[in-house]
């Protein structure tokens, strides 16, 4: 995959389920099979724009080039929210979303450090410094769930 500063990392689809993994399979699907794209196009590409009939800029499909910015790509989020009558997220809230469900779901060392690199970061203690906030209300689930430990330990 490559990403900014033209770096590049090897990823692997993230465990989230099976009927979002089925979206994305067809969605590359497609982009094979009819677009006839090469594992070095965009997995999310750019819109083609072009100069339609009236002289005016309009998207004509999917260009083979990558976003230059993610104003787009936040549009496009806006509007999808929007239409589907939810709130909007931006889309590195799901990246947030991401690093803590692999904080709370893997628990050995070995397991977070893929899951990190999984998201592109050389060292864990970026994913962990960076996405790993602990919400109040669970710091004081797992703060009290100690506590409750313990008091059986000592009595």
Do not use: C
Not at 126 to 151: M, N
């Amino acid at each position: 995959m490559k990403t900014k500063f033209s770096k590049s990392f090897t990823t692997w689809f993230f465990p989230v389920g099976d009927d979002i993994r089925e979206i994305v399979v067809e969605w590359v699907r497609y982009l094979r099979r009819e677009k006839l794209w090469s594992l070095d196009d965009p997995l999310f590409p750019a819109t083609k724009v072009v100069i339609g009939d009236t002289r005016h800029f309009e998207a004509s499909g999917l260009d083979r080039k990558h976003w230059s910015n993610a104003g787009p790509i936040r549009t496009i989020f806006k509007n999808a929210f929007a239409a589907a009558g939810l709130p909007y997220f931006n889309p590195h809230s799901f990246r947030k979303t991401l690093a803590l469900l692999g904080g709370q779901k893997y628990t050995s060392p070995e397991e977070y450090k893929a899951w990190s690199q999984n998201l592109g970061h050389e060292n864990v203690l970026t994913t962990f410094s960076s996405y790993g906030d602990v919400a109040r209300h669970r710091q004081a689930e797992i703060i009290r769930a100690l506590g409750v430990g313990e008091q059986h330990a000592s009595a």
